[in-house]
């Protein structure tokens, strides 16, 4: 079983940057793909970005342009590395894992979910 936890996370002033990481472990076979993906208080669950296996990467608009994704396969981690933070970034941040040949923005086709860790900024 893919098993995934999140660190990195938390409180920040506007502008600031955090990065994140997600260790994953548990695997017989590298996930095809992996992304990270944001839940404020009383929305929905977001994609913000996403890397498959051979390092090609895909950010959501909401974020694009402020983060980086990035894949470090020797020491099975995921990092987003977030700058110019806004208030509006506050949420829950999750890492997530598909083994299968998919790569999009749709939350339910990863199977693999960490706990999540907590981003806030304040204004």
């Known amino acids: 079983q893919v098993l995934l936890r999140e660190s990195g996370g938390g409180s920040v002033q506007a502008g600031g940057s955090l990065r994140l990481s997600c260790v994953v472990s548990?695997?017989?076979?590298?996930?095809?793909?992996m992304g990270w993906f944001r839940q404020a208080p009383g929305k929905e669950r977001e994609a913000v970005a996403t890397?498959?296996?051979?390092?090609?990467?895909t950010y959501a608009g909401s974020l694009k342009g402020r983060v980086t994704i990035s894949r470090d396969g020797a020491r099975n981690t995921l990092y987003l590395q977030m700058n110019s933070l806004k208030p509006e970034d506050t949420a829950v941040y999750s890492c997530?894992?598909?083994?299968?040949?998919?790569?999009?923005?749709?939350?339910?086709?990863?199977?693999?979910w960490g706990p999540g860790t907590q981003v806030t900024v304040s204004s």
């Open positions: 548990g695997y017989t076979t590298s996930p095809y793909c």
């Open positions: 890397i498959v296996r051979d390092g090609g990467t």
């Open positions: 997530a894992a598909v083994t299968a040949y998919y790569c999009g923005f749709r939350s339910a086709m990863f199977p693999y």
